[in-house]
């Protein structure tokens, strides 16, 4: 007789969920080999917190993937199970099939990625197909449920009145937003033949209630684990884009697993729209156990970029005290003593950070942030130019940026009515946006130096205002420093670089121009410190960051 059972998942080669991970522009799907770096995290610390016990040998606990793509979750979980219960359970059939039925779960995000991952874990399409590994199940799905699920229109303002099937008269919204993800209804309204990009798992007021009805009553899920959706249009994370993977580590949560570890965008630490209360919400959370940090995304995953880099945490129920941070370095791990999360709004990635923002934040200074202007400083967005090769007596002088290409024009002073305070000073424009690239990190692109009747679009803050052009000039040998745009890097976790990214950043007596080694000198850092800001940091020329 031929075992179905007895197969080896690793011996493949090649792994086509290796080749799979790197081919979406969608939805981001997780290397087998990251996927593995997460379970071992759980297996490490359900041994610390059970006795030494290993999880795998339990065949009482249970699994979930409430957003799996390609099935590698359930797939490594299934085969670190098999072999860990041979021994109670030594048929090799009916080890596989207790472990199907009682012990791994799933939620597909689309219905291709639930064939997908049926086809991962259950080795065929469907579940109760004769090439199915478990011959148990009744239905195709098995335990990898997927149903379409529509959005929640609410909060639409703009009416048209259509007609159903017989005639009769329907009034329909053509704007409003999802009521569980917030996204636009104008874009994801769909017919049924596209796919809604509506989860079911966060299309759900009560998930436990809707995971007892796919699932059986009672479920109780021991471990949640996977990659989420990052974006609500699937789009690939475009500035029109919204974060929606907040959603799913809450919904994870009110689940109330043991034990919950998710891969997400590490964008939340120090920004990201609408993020705010979510980065709070986390930053507190006592029961994030480890936090592994990985900068640049290609890290973890090869061949994506995600600007700011991902992470996954450990949350553990019964954890109630400090958090392991691991930062990853191009394969290098570098661990951190286990700290509070939330000493300050954002967090910091590293404890050499940490110490240099302590010191700086020691002595109690003013901070920049008050001299920094907000969006669009003048009322003006990006895509203005106002008249390029026009200049009457009294106009206004406007600096932009289109296409990377700076440029000025210029426009009425009577047509300015935002910060008019700024028009006839001395001040600085720093650009809003600059690329981080690799380390070392310029951080900051060029400043202008601009003086009386000199605005700018919203591709630049203004900073200001100072007495004089020297006054100016001094800030700008400041912000110039590589310490300047370190601790302004520590809150810039993307190219854009607001107000708030200035939080951090003192102000200094501009009578005179700064260097690093009198800042070096002035806040007491160490060589270890200075070290690591130079190694971060790259040099500019005065006035060319």
Not at 152 to 160: H, I, P
Not at 400 to 426: C, M, P
Not at 455 to 460: A, D, K, R, Y
Request: hydrophobic share 35%; net charge negative.
């Amino acid at each position: 007789m031929v075992e179905k059972a007895a197969f080896s998942l690793k011996q493949r080669n090649p792994d086509v969920l290796t080749s799979i991970a790197n081919l979406s522009n969608d939805e981001v799907f997780t290397p087998p080999s990251f996927a593995n770096q997460m379970l071992d995290t759980i297996e490490e610390a359900w041994a610390k917190d059970n006795d030494g016990a290993i999880i795998w040998e339990d065949k009482d606990v249970t699994f979930l993937d409430p957003f799996t793509k390609s099935g590698v979750f359930l797939r490594e979980i299934t085969s670190r199970l098999t072999r860990g219960l041979e021994k109670q359970i030594p048929d090799a059939q009916e080890r596989v099939n207790h472990i199907l039925t009682k012990q791994v779960f799933g939620v597909a995000i689309t219905e291709l990625t639930a064939l997908l991952a049926r086809r991962s874990v259950y080795c065929s399409k469907h579940a109760n197909g004769k090439h199915s590994i478990c011959d148990e199940f009744d239905t195709p799905e098995g335990n990898i449920w997927f149903e379409r699920t529509e959005h929640t229109w609410a909060g639409g303002k703009e009416k048209v009145i259509t007609v159903d099937d017989n005639g009769n008269e329907i009034e329909n919204y053509l704007d409003g937003k999802c009521g569980f993800c917030g996204a636009p209804k104008r874009l994801l309204d769909r017919d049924s033949d596209l796919e809604t990009y509506a989860y079911g798992f966060i299309h759900s007021g009560d998930i436990r209630l809707t995971m007892d009805e796919k699932f059986g009553s009672d479920m109780k899920f021991d471990v949640v684990v996977g990659n989420p959706p990052y974006h609500m249009t699937g789009g690939g994370g475009g500035s029109n884009d919204s974060s929606i993977y907040h959603l799913f580590v809450q919904q994870a949560k009110a689940l109330e697993p043991r034990m919950l570890t998710m891969v997400i965008p590490s964008r939340w630490i120090a920004g990201g729209r609408g993020l705010d209360s979510f980065r709070q919400e986390m930053l507190s959370d006592r029961s994030i156990r480890k936090f592994v940090d990985f900068p640049s995304a290609k890290d973890a995953f090869p061949g994506q970029k995600i600007e700011g880099g991902v992470c996954y945490f450990l949350w553990d129920s019964s954890h109630t005290g400090d958090c392991e941070v691991i930062m990853m370095r191009e394969g290098i791990a570098t661990r951190q003593a286990p700290r509070k999360l939330d000493e300050f709004d954002v967090l910091v990635r590293d404890e050499l950070s940490l110490s240099v923002l302590r010191k700086t934040l020691n002595k109690s200074e003013d901070s920049i942030v008050e001299m920094v202007s907000g969006d669009t400083p003048f009322g003006l967005p990006t895509n203005f130019s106002g008249r390029t090769n026009s200049h009457k007596k009294g106009d206004l002088t406007v600096h932009f940026t289109k296409h990377g290409k700076r440029g000025v024009s210029y426009l009425e002073n009577e047509a300015v009515s935002k910060n008019r305070q700024l028009i006839d000073g001395w001040k600085v424009f720093v650009p809003e946006a600059y690329g981080i690239g690799a380390s070392p990190q310029q951080v900051l692109g060029k400043p202008i130096v601009a003086g009386p009747g000199e605005i700018c679009t919203q591709s630049f803050l203004v900073v200001g205002l100072f007495k004089d052009e020297e006054t100016a000039g001094n800030f700008v040998a400041y912000l110039s420093s590589r310490f300047f745009r370190f601790l302004v890097s520590l809150r810039k976790i993307s190219q854009h670089a607001l107000k708030a990214t200035y939080t951090w950043a003192p102000i200094q007596d501009f009578s005179k121009p700064w260097t690093d080694a009198e800042l070096y000198a002035k806040y007491k850092l160490d060589q270890d410190e200075i070290e690591f800001i130079e190694s971060m940091i790259r040099p500019v020329e005065l006035g060319d960051a």
